[in-house]
Structure formats: structure tokens, C-alpha cells
């Protein structure tokens, strides 16, 4: 399906900083955070101090926007890019990785609502050819709430240098899908939650059997249009970032064995596909998030499927599930904050917000460690300074 467009042969590109570039210390000429507009300043203060100093460390540039009726603030820090030094585009395009789920969630349920798709119906009924009898009772809403057992599949390296390696490397959602269901399930499907890609790229793919359209218009014709999401696009299979942007950055082995950052901004993302290749603004899904919350993007009772924890517990930890379709709950400050945070290799990104938007987030942080075990440090310190400790 869509095969051409997607087993394009990547062109030969040649990535800019060979050696890692050293960070430049915040003392050394680096830009403060500037707040663009405040309406709060126990919130302004919070906020600056959060994105404060950079580059360092753990993250070379911060672009925020927080929202709602309880305060707006916007603000930047860091670099364009270590070479020249330059304040970071506060407009700047990023990597959104995982938020790109709940764009895909949010189409699927439209199609929920429009008769198209049936939530409680088998995803092998919509993809007989693709989906084995072994995974047959795997429903569409255990897709998108990441309970349907199906495991990851094998991908080219296990650690950050051989991944660079393979960066180019144009992968086919059916293909990802074959390589993931020839394995055993890790559990029966509604059992527990496992959160893993695979879930949405099937989504992705039954989006584009019931419509006979792209994934990517499909988002497009439904999300982006309407909303006038102008700066968002779908990258496809190149690795590049159209438009104004602010490199990012990875710490890993570099080509001398020493340890350091190199430059990850040209990195193909077709892994993610449906899962994580969605390229934005601040600006843009600070516009998606206020619309989604308030009923705009996902009408009637579907929407309350993305503010629906399933009632089974976490696969690995056993604590209680924390993702629904499409979103994540935390409970931060004493309240609950629903949301999605991404991660692609030099960004991270993040959109939350309380249940009926009084404080909406917005962040992009560009990560030196975007895909740690750990939250990054300063993508921490954003979201404590918006919506307080968690519980």
C-alpha cells in the first residue's frame, strides 16, 4: 500500500559535524531565556528559570508556551546551533516524535464517529493479508491504548551509534508489522499495557484501508487543514527538516572513540511513521492542543476514549495503566494532567494539559539524551515549573 512512495532509495547524505562539538557554557555569550509575552509573573519566573542556562549539558535549545485561563507564557533559550552560537528560532520546526500519536488517535476516532471504523472490531478484520489468525482478536481500541500484546519489531541495532548508522535506512509499515506478529504476543490482548509503536503503525495502515487515502492526507484533510497547522507536515522518507529549525544534538561514541555530541538533525524517522515522523511548531500544537481538549478535534462521547485509562495494569511495572488512546495521564501538583511527550533522536517535545485546559504546555527541548532511560533533565524542570511535583 503506497509502496512506491515509501521504498524511495534515501539519497546520499553526508552529515554536517563529524567530531562532536563541544558545548559552549551559558556564560559565554549564550542567550537568556527571553520571554516573547507573560501574564503571570510567579509563572514568568518559574519558566525562565526552568529553561535557564542554556546550552549545557543535557540540552542545547527550549522552545515553550504555556496557555489556559490560569496564565500564558511563552519563552526560548539556547543556541540555533553550537556552531555559530545564534539564539535558538523561538518559531523554530521540530521533531514531535510520539505526539505524532495522538494526531493518529484523533483520526481514527473520527473515522469512529463517521461509521468507518467499529473500536470493539478485530484489526485483522480490516487487514486480512497482513494480520496472522495468531493475533486475530487484537481489537482497534487495544491498538490505540496500547493493550493488545503485539511486540516490537526487529530493528537494524540495539545502541545510538549503530542506529546513526542506520539513519537513512527506509523502513515499510507492513513490513514492520510482519516482523512484529511472526513473534509470540507478550500477553493476551486486554490483559495488561505495554506501550510500543507497533500499535499505531497498524492504526496508520487501517486509516488508509477503510479511506483508500495516505495516512499522511488523511491527517492532513481532517488535522492540519482545518486547524491551519501550517508549519506541520509529515516528512515521509527524508531525513531532513524543512524550514527553520534548531539542530539537535546526541551524545554517543564518536568516529575517534571518545565520547561527545554530534549533530543528529538529518535522521530519516520512517520507523516511527504513524508511531513518531510528525514535524511541528510550538505554535501549531499549542493550537491542536487547545482545540483537542475543548472538543473541536474529537467530537461527542469518542472523545472520551482519550480520557479513558484501561483498567489493567502496566506489563513491566504492574502499576496502574497510564495511557489511553492517544494520551498519558500523570497526576502533577495534585490534579491530573493528561498529555503525550515524544522523543526522536536530538528533541524532545511535549503536549499537556489539565482536563478542561485552565493550563495548557507546549514544549520542545533539544535533548542530548532524547531517548534516555530518564526524563531529560530540562524537559523535567518545564513541566514541574508548569504544573507543579508529581503526587
Do not use: C
Not at 147 to 168: K, L, M, S
Not at 208 to 231: A, F, K, M, S, W
Not at 347 to 362: F, K, M, P
Amino acid at each position: 500500500m503506497k509502496n512506491t512512495t515509501r521504498t524511495l532509495l534515501a539519497a546520499a547524505l553526508v552529515l554536517g559535524v563529524a567530531a562532536g562539538p563541544a558545548i559552549v557554557p551559558a556564560a559565554a555569550g549564550t542567550p537568556p531565556a527571553v520571554a516573547q509575552q507573560a501574564s503571570d509573573p510567579t509563572l514568568e519566573a518559574a519558566m525562565s528559570a526552568a529553561i535557564a542556562g542554556l546550552p549545557r549539558a543535557d540540552a542545547t535549545a527550549a522552545l515553550v508556551r504555556v496557555g489556559g485561563t490560569e496564565g500564558s507564557w511563552q519563552g526560548s533559550s539556547g543556541v540555533r546551533d553550537l556552531e555559530s552560537g545564534s539564539p535558538a528560532d523561538p518559531a523554530a520546526r521540530f521533531r514531535a516524535g510520539s505526539v505524532t500519536k495522538v494526531f493518529t488517535a484523533a483520526t481514527v476516532l473520527q473515522l469512529a464517529a463517521e461509521g468507518r471504523i467499529d473500536l470493539d472490531r478485530s484489526a485483522r478484520s480490516y487487514l486480512p493479508k497482513l494480520i496472522p489468525r495468531s493475533y486475530g482478536k487484537v481489537t482497534v481500541r487495544q491498538l490505540l491504548n496500547h493493550t493488545h500484546g503485539i511486540p516490537a519489531p526487529d530493528f537494524q541495532g540495539e545502541t545510538v551509534e549503530e542506529w546513526y548508522e542506520n539513519r537513512f535506512r527506509i523502513h515499510d509499515p507492513e513490513e514492520m508489522v510482519r516482523s512484529a506478529t511472526a513473534k509470540p504476543r507478550e500477553f493476551r490482548p486486554g490483559e495488561k499495557q505495554h506501550y510500543l509503536n507497533i500499535g499505531y503503525t497498524i492504526a496508520g495502515l487501517i486509516v488508509e484501508r477503510v479511506t483508500g487515502d495516505t495516512y499522511e492526507r488523511q491527517v492532513e484533510r481532517r488535522i492540519l487543514r482545518p486547524l491551519r497547522l501550517r508549519d506541520s507536515y509529515f516528512p515521509g522518507t527524508d531525513p531532513g527538516i524543512a524550514g527553520p529549525h534548531n539542530h539537535g544534538y546526541q551524545t554517543m561514541r564518536l568516529d575517534d572513540g571518545t565520547t561527545g555530541l554530534r549533530d543528529v538533525t538529518v535522521w530519516g524517522v520512517t520507523d516511527g511513521w504513524a508511531a513518531g515522523d510528525l514535524v511541528s511548531t510550538t505554535a501549531d500544537l499549542e493550537r491542536f492542543t487547545r482545540a483537542l481538549f475543548a472538543g473541536r478535534v474529537v467530537r461527542g462521547p469518542l472523545l472520551e476514549e482519550m480520557f479513558t485509562l484501561p483498567q489493567v495494569p502496566d506489563a513491566k511495572s504492574g502499576a496502574p495503566a497510564a495511557f489511553s488512546s492517544g494520551l498519558a495521564m500523570k497526576r502533577l501538583g495534585g490534579r491530573e494532567v493528561w498529555g503525550k511527550t515524544g522523543g526522536r533522536w536530538g528533541y524532545n517535545a511535549a503536549i499537556a494539559s489539565t482536563r478542561h485546559g485552565e493550563r495548557t504546555l507546549v514544549y520542545s527541548v533539544n535533548s542530548t539524551d532524547a531517548k534516555g532511560q530518564d526524563t531529560n533533565r530540562t524537559a523535567l524542570k518545564v513541566m514541574v515549573a508548569a504544573y507543579g511535583l508529581p503526587d
